[in-house]
Nanobody, 116 residues
Framework: QVQLVESGGGLVQPGGSLRLSCAAS????????MTWFRQTPGRLRELVAA????????NYMDSVRGRFTISRDNDKNTVDLEMNSLKPEDTAVYYC?????????WGQGTQVTVSS
């Protein structure tokens, strides 16, 4: 079965950095585009970043472009999200996600809190 396990969240001061990682299993990783979403209480989950199967194309939501970098390692079946210049408004639960044959799968999420 598809499994996505996120790690790397935590508390960081504004302007700081965090690196999230997602370990994937249960599907052919190098044939699937991967995405990171985030969600804050009372709001819909929003797409933060996406990366194609080979990593050749990435895309970001406007508010994180230039600060966040998504990458993947198809040998290790992992997808990472490097987050720099963090702002309080980046505080959220971050989810790794994959769409396989019209079914979207989610990890359990990892909390990122940006606060002084």
């Amino acid at each position: 079965q598809v499994q996505l396990v996120e790690s790397g969240g935590g508390l960081v001061q504004p302007g700081g950095s965090l690196r999230l990682s997602c370990a994937a299993s249960g599907f052919t990783f190098n044939t699937a585009a991967m995405t990171w979403f985030r969600q804050t209480p009372g709001r819909l989950r929003e797409l933060v970043a996406a990366i194609t199967e080979t990593g050749g194309i990435t895309n970001y939501m406007d508010s994180v472009r230039g600060r966040f970098t998504i990458s993947r390692d198809n040998d290790k079946n992992t997808v990472d999200l490097e987050m720099n210049s963090l702002k309080p408004e980046d505080t959220a639960v971050y989810y790794c996600s994959v769409l396989i044959r019209a079914n979207r799968y989610w990890g359990q999420g990892t909390q990122v809190t940006v606060s002084s």
